[in-house]
C-alpha cells in the first residue's frame, strides 16, 4: 500500500521540523518527504490541510487488564482506543493476574497484541516473581520474550535488599528497572495527599515524604548498583527536585508524570469523587505547578497517561474504597495540548514529550517521521473540540476525572507500519 499524506503541517519534536511537508510512504515506511520519489503513485492520497502530521505518540503507562482482568478492559477494546488517541507504541506494565514475570506470558501478550494489527506494545517485566518482592525472574529470558525493561508495577518493595540485587543483576546487562516511588509504609491506608482536602473529608492521607523517602532510596541504590532507573509517575515537588540534582550528578535516572497530575490538585477531589482516586494522589496546586515545570525545562522526560481502566462497580463506591485509576490513553494528546497552550509552549515542544522523548525512555525507534523508517504516524486537527463522555471514549473502562470537559486536539487518522488503523471524520 503506496499512501501519500499531503497538504499537511508536518511536525517531527527529534528533526526539530514544522513546515508544510507531505509524506510519501511504501510497504510500511517512510519512502520520502517533501518531494515524491521517482514514479511514485500512491494507491491512496490523504489530504491533510489544516491538520498536523505528527509521529504516532508513544505512551509510557497503559494497563491492556490481559491477561486476568478482562472485566475491565480486554486488549481489544484498549488497543481501540489507543489507536483512536493516536498512540502507537505503548509500554504495558506487569502487573496482570499472572504478572508478567514468565516468558511465556510475555510471548503470549506480544503474540496476541500482533494479531490485533494496531499498537505496538512493549512488555514491563516483573522484577519479583508474582511482584511478591521475594525472588527475583529471570530477566534475561524475560528481555529475550520481548520485555524492554523491569519494574514492581504499584505493588510494595519493602526489601532493600532484593531491590539492590535487582538493580545490579540488571546493571550487568544494562536492563533499565522502572521504579514507582511510594513507601509502603508511609502510604498504608491512605487515598488522599496530605493536605487541607484529606482533613476537610477526613480521609486518610499520603504523606509527600512517602515519595521523597522512595525516590531516595532508589536513587542512592541506583547509584550503588550502577543501575539505570526510570522513575514512574511523580506527583511533588519535593520529587522532582531530588531527581533534578540527581540528573545534574550524572546518575542514570528519568521520571515521568501522568496527564491527571499534569493538570490536576487535590481540589479537584470535590466531594468525594471517586474518578479522582489515583496513585499517587493528586497533591497540591504547589506540586502541580512544579511538576508542570519540570516538564518544561526536561527534568521530567515524559508526559503519560498512566492508563487504567476500572469496572464501573469498583469506580461507584465511597472515595475511600473506591478502586485507583483513571482511564487516560485517549486524552493523552488533548491533555498535552492543552497544558502547552496553558504554558504557552510551541506545539513541537509539547509533542516532544509524548513522542521522541517517552521513545528515548523506551529505547526504541519511534517517535520521528524519519525516511527508511516504519510509517507510525498520528494525524489530528490541533483545533478541534469534542466532548469526553462515555459515548467518544472507545475504551472499555469509562472513569476519568475529565468526563464532560470539552477539549481540543482530535485525532483525525492513524496509521501504523504505514496501515490505516483509525479514522474519523
Keep these: 500500500m503506496k499512501i501519500h499524506i499531503k497538504n499537511g503541517r508536518l511536525i517531527d519534536p527529534k528533526s526539530t521540523t514544522d513546515a508544510l511537508r507531505d509524506v510519501y510512504i511504501a510497504a510500511g515506511k517512510i519512502v520520502a518527504i517533501g518531494a515524491a520519489p521517482a514514479g511514485y503513485v500512491a494507491n491512496r492520497v490523504l489530504d491533510a490541510k489544516g491538520l498536523v502530521v505528527a509521529p504516532g505518540l508513544v505512551d509510557l503507562a497503559v494497563r491492556l487488564r490481559e491477561p486476568g482482568f ?34 511465556g506470558l ?4 506480544k503474540f496476541r497484541a500482533r494479531t490485533l494489527n494496531q499498537a505496538r506494545v512493549y512488555p514491563i517485566g516483573a522484577l519479583t516473581l508474582g ?37 545490579q543483576y540488571a546493571a550487568t546487562f544494562d536492563f533499565p528497572v522502572w521504579l514507582r516511588p511510594q513507601d509502603a509504609a508511609l502510604a498504608r491506608g491512605g487515598v488522599a495527599h496530605d493536605g487541607q482536602v484529606a482533613t476537610r473529608l477526613g480521609l486518610p492521607a499520603i504523606p509527600v515524604c512517602a515519595e521523597t523517602v522512595a525516590v531516595s532510596t532508589f536513587l542512592l541504590l541506583a547509584r550503588e548498583a550502577g543501575a539505570r532507573i526510570h522513575l514512574c509517575r511523580l506527583s511533588s515537588a519535593e520529587g522532582v527536585d531530588m531527581v533534578r540534582q540527581a540528573k545534574a550528578s550524572g546518575l542514570k535516572v528519568s521520571c515521568d508524570i501522568s496527564i491527571n497530575h499534569a493538570h490536576l490538585t487535590e481540589m479537584d477531589i470535590g466531594y468525594f469523587d471517586s474518578a479522582c482516586h489515583l496513585t499517587p494522589p493528586l497533591r497540591s496546586m504547589r506540586d502541580r505547578d512544579a511538576l508542570r515545570a519540570a516538564l518544561i525545562d526536561g527534568t521530567v522526560d515524559a508526559l503519560c497517561s498512566d492508563h487504567t481502566p476500572v469496572d464501573d462497580d469498583a469506580k461507584a463506591q465511597p472515595f475511600g474504597t473506591a478502586e ?5 490513553v485517549e486524552l493523552l494528546l488533548p491533555l498535552a495540548l492543552r497544558w ?31 525516511p527508511g523508517k516504519s510509517a507510525d504516524i ?30 481540543k486536539g482530535k485525532v483525525r487518522c492513524t496509521l501504523i507500519e504505514g496501515q490505516v488503523v483509525y479514522e474519523s471524520a
Design 131 to 167: 511482584l511478591q518482592g521475594t525472588r527475583l525472574t529471570e530477566m534475561a529470558e524475560l528481555m529475550d520474550a520481548g520485555c524492554v525493561a523491569f519494574s514492581h508495577a504499584d505493588a510494595a518493595l519493602t526489601d532493600s535488599q532484593i531491590l539492590l540485587r535487582g538493580l
Design 324 to 328: 485507583s485509576g483513571a482511564t487516560g
Design 106 to 109: 510475555v510471548e503470549m501478550l
Design 340 to 370: 502547552a497552550e496553558e504554558s504557552q509552549l510551541p506545539l513541537a515542544r509539547a509533542l516532544a514529550r509524548v513522542t521522541c522523548d517517552p521513545a528515548r525512555v523506551l529505547g526504541i525507534e519511534a517517535g520521528a517521521l524519519t
Design 378 to 407: 498520528c494525524i489530528f486537527d490541533p483545533e478541534r473540540h469534542w466532548s469526553v463522555t462515555s459515548a467518544t471514549l472507545r475504551s472499555q473502562g469509562k472513569n476519568t476525572p475529565f468526563m464532560g470537559l470539552e477539549v
Design 70 to 103: 478482562e472485566y475491565k478492559a480486554t486488549l481489544e477494546s484498549e488497543m481501540q482506543a489507543a489507536a483512536a488517541g493516536g498512540v502507537t507504541s505503548l509500554a504495558c506494565p506487569p502487573d496482570t493476574d499472572p504478572p508478567l514475570d514468565e516468558p
